[in-house]
């Protein structure tokens, strides 16, 4: 049994191995299948495991594989623990990532890396699943980061271009902001708990033994308690991309298409979402930070949504839209309501992969009149504005647009509108988040119908769209397979039989998921009427089409993402760039530009200049160092008893 | 004779050396390699010698020898092995750099055993006297092995700042000896300890232990000390820039555990408070520093200073000073790994160019021109970055978690937002390598090639700087 629990992971890792290795010999084709054949194996396996937990008796596998790390008290083991929570992710993460794997066949053909492109996906799904089957922090920390890693590799992928670089640096450098925050809180939990096995921390706290614990009779236990949550949370805001560190994800829409549906919609921004549920016996006793979670969940919902209002970009009204979504799925975490959260992630996953992949299979076939006559007129083929009219030439991408897109417009009986309804039941009795989440929802349902109209209905708006094609099979295949699963996927937890709720039971505990049958209609009659007036809006093609749009302050704003990029560069990066080659240019002259021109510099006839400038350098060095020596003494003879 | 069982390695080294001495006139000019092998020869000896003490000592005592002036325990012996693996992994980069540069001299490599000795002397050290002793066995070669290029100007420089500085730094270091002296009347570091034990820590032995930190604090590059380290750094050669940054950084740390962390400086709040404030001024100009540079090597010097910080938070982690000093001495082991490989890669570059600029133009599109020299400095990168798997990560983790355990949640705090920043900069040269394209190599084609020394010694750092991220209890086990 246990060593069904480390194939999902070595599966993926096989094809890394193979394909990185030997991809060139292999051939693009074979290195697809290959990939795509190790992560729908590692379903398979999933897929056992998963029966495996629905009979057993605890409802949890756990494996070890000796030690990681083992020194003193802190003993890490090489463990994964397989439970209703993690087997079902499991599902999501190797389910949805062989379809968009296989989905790459069709798309990557003919990129000179391609064989590059299939090794971090398998990579990213391997490092995904350490992610969600690691049985402690730290190898969740490890998986954490891997799939930091990856999507770094990934949205570089087409690093020729200057911007994509800079995204992807973007990227990981804003997740690793959040990581101070989720490492710190790990360390914070060994010292609190003496352990990073989830079991032994839960345990503990679910005992309600916490004040007996390592800090004995401390009375700060529950200030602790909020002090290791508020840390996670800020792990959390940086992989799921919540305010204020969302500013990542737009941008990381760089990579291909198919990469980001998997990684920057379904699953790896979701690894927040699983961290704070995980760790929801942490959460529920610290009630300080949940609110906390609660209201930036709703606040990145609400701010996201506005800004996907004015976006032109195919993929990035997708991109803020996943980032209100993520919102939402916060929001219930802080709520309390760990299913609802849960279950928006899952139909979230299949929805919002179906509409990436729907985009790509868009900007694939608008791609196609520039590639065959290569026109030297270039327009950007992700740009909405060149498009319109796409329905007849793309059915099968239209109808799967059509599924995504009004299962995120949360119109029954799409999945996303199962979900979604319990969230905002879930947020009754907080006035303030409900209401901006209800706000939300009528902005999803608006932006969506824009997207719709603009880029399906109306007339071509570029040769471009008027001679777009359909995509072939290794694309439509996972349309269709996501368009089912976008459609029925609300299934899981409907009310009544509420079967995700059941099986989340271990993990989560109870909790009262409710249907509300008012607020489920107030709000079905609010999507309907916003998708009717983005239809009336934008029908004619006229409004927002033309490619210089005269933005009104408001609707620039919004296109701007609300300047936050702008503000950050202001009020961060250029003052710390300014301190560090301020710091460089006083103390260290020699440093900057002048290694780089040193052998010039050398040639032109450095000898006279150096002797002065070396003695003084010796001269300054020594007395920084007397400053230094004088300031340590002072501090001794002062702070000496 | 079991005295000298004790220090079996580092007398291996320095009788070896001395006779290489002698042995080297009889070589001729152009086969000075053989001299590099008879000294990676004797410190594999000298390996063996301190497997051997770690083996027939596995209880772990601590050993006394020469009238308590030496010492011999786990600590000891782990760190004759670091800098012995140091020592043949410097000697293997220098078969093609140091003959391309045409320092290919036999005294470079007697020299550096002798510095090995005078390192591998000061793990030993159980008194102050022998701490100052060894520490000026390790420096005075290397004062010289900074100016063997000559008549390279800025080795020339580098290496008289290095010992003007050198010297002044050694001056605070005896002042601060005698002060203790004065102090305790005794020079024996556990009987100071003892005596501080029992709360009697007088201002005048804060003060001397105060100006010992200085003298080890600029020998490690700890801000305000620091200020020699990117010239010398940068200007000698980037062999012995290899060398210093993993074997003088350990050594002057496994004085620092002796005195400060297993010693009496644990027990004194202000001094403890003092080298939490130096780890934290280290981490930031460090890394705020490395940020403003252009040139790779000029980077990783910068970077050996935020590296200093990071170790120093190890040191004023006094809460469980077993545990610090296990992490401290982790670090050491894979920093001395990553480092090695890094360097490894840029004496390559150095060798090819046949010259000293490390301009980050020199490493754009390195992936195309030798696809294993990008990949084993973007392990190194990740690694000094502390991405998990690599032995990076295990050591700083290590290190923070022990800061936290110490109540020094600030340090760790500072310690980890100091590595995001050095993200940006690390980043910036995986970039480069991977994601630029150099033009100048699809207008020649030119392939870089790797020697096979260089490249074994590459594989190796690789490896273990893996195994130990992989694996971390492979080694973490021989503490315990």
Known sequence: MSTLVVLPILFPLIGVVINAFLGKRLGEKVVGALATLMCSAAFVVALMLFSQVSVSKEHAIHAEFGTWIGVGKLNVPFGFLVDSLSSALMLIITGVGALIHLYSIGYIHGDPRANRYFVYLNLFVASMLVLVMGSNYLLMFVGWELVGLCSYLLIGFWFDKVKNAEAARKAFVVNRIGDVGFILGIMLIFVTFGTLNYHDIFAVVGDHKTAALALAGDPVAPAVLSAITLLLFIGAMGKSAQLPLFVWLPDAMAGPTPASALIHAATMVTAGIYMIVRSNALFHVAADTSNFVALIGALTAFIAGSIALRQFDIKKVLAYSTVSQLGFMIAAAGLGAYTASIFHLMTHAFFKALLFLAAGSVIHGMEHYSHAHHSAQHIDPQDMRNMGGLRGKMPVTFWAFIIGGLSLAGLPPFSGFWSKDEIIVAALHNPLVFALLACTAVFTAFYTGRQLVMVFFGSARSKDASHAEESGMAMKLPLIVLSVLALIGGGLNLPGSMWLEHWLEPVVGVHEGGFNLPIAALFSALALVALAAAWVMYRDGKRDTSLTPQLSSVSSFLNKAWQIDALYRAAIIMPFYALSSFLARVFDLGGIDGAVNGIGTLTKGIAAALRPLQSGFVRSYGLVMIVGVVALMAWLVINTR | ?480
Request: proline share 3%; aromatic share 12%; charged share 10%.
């Open chain 2, 1 to 480: 004779m079991q005295d000298l069982m004790l220090i079996l390695p580092p007398l291996i080294v320095f009788l070896g050396a001395t006779a290489l001495l002698l042995v080297d006139l009889k070589i001729a000019d152009d086969r000075k390699e053989t001299v590099a092998w008879i000294a990676m020869f004797l410190l594999v000896g000298a390996l063996i010698a301190a497997v051997m003490l770690l083996y027939f000592n596995r209880t772990g005592d601590v050993l006394y020898g020469f009238s308590n002036m030496i010492l011999t325990d786990r600590y000891a012996a782990l760190l004759d092995i670091v800098f012995a693996l140091i020592g043949i992994g410097v000697f293997l980069l220098t078969l093609r750099y140091n003959r391309v540069h045409q320092i290919m001299r036999g005294e470079f490599f007697v020299l550096t055993l002798f510095s090995i000795g005078g390192m591998m002397l000061m793990a030993h050290a159980a008194n102050l006297v022998t701490i100052f002793v060894a520490l000026e066995m390790f420096s005075i070669p290397l004062y010289v092995l900074c100016g063997v290029a000559r008549p390279r100007l800025d080795s020339e420089e580098s290496s008289l700042k290095y010992f003007l500085l050198g010297a002044f730094a050694s001056g605070f270091l005896v002042y601060g000896i005698a002060l203790m002296y004065g102090a305790t009347g005794t020079l024996d570091i556990a009987t100071m300890l003892k005596q501080v034990e029992r709360g009697q820590a007088p201002l005048l032995l804060v003060i001397g232990a105060g100006l010992m930190l200085v003298g080890l604090g600029f020998k490690v590059a700890a801000v305000p000390f620091h200020m020699w380290t990117p010239d010398v750094y940068d200007g000698a050669p980037t062999t012995v820039t290899a060398f210093m940054t993993t074997a003088t950084k350990a050594a002057g740390f496994a004085a620092l555990v002796r005195v400060f962390l297993l010693g009496p400086g644990a027990f004194v709040g202000s001094l403890v408070s003092a080298i939490a404030i130096l780890a934290a001024l280290t981490m930031i100009f460090g890394n705020l520093f490395a940020l403003a540079q252009r040139s790779v090597k000029r980077m990783l010097a910068y970077s050996s200073i935020a590296h200093a910080g990071y170790l120093l938070a190890g040191i004023a982690s006094v809460a469980n000073i077993g545990q610090s000093a296990n992490a401290v001495i982790f670090y050491l082991a894979t920093y001395a790994a990553t480092s090695l490989a890094a360097f490894g890669v840029l004496s390559e570059i150095g060798s090819m160019n046949r010259d000293e600029d490390h301009g980050l133009e020199r490493y754009t599109g390195l992936a195309k021109r030798n696809p294993a020299l990008a990949w084993v400095m973007a392990l190194a990168l990740f690694s000094l970055m502390g991405m998990p798997l690599t032995a990076g990560f295990t050591g700083k983790y290590l290190l923070f978690q022990s800061a936290v355990s110490s109540g020094l949640n600030w340090l760790a705090l500072l310690g980890v937002i100091t590595s995001v920043i050095s993200a940006f900069y690390y980043l910036r040269v995986i970039v480069h390598m991977f994601m630029k394209e150099d033009a100048t190599v699809a207008a020649n084609n030119e392939q870089y090639y790797v020697s096979k020394p260089s490249l074994v010694m590459m594989t190796l750092a690789s490896v273990a700087v893996v195994a130990l991220g992989l694996l971390p209890t492979l080694l973490l086990n021989m503490f315990a």
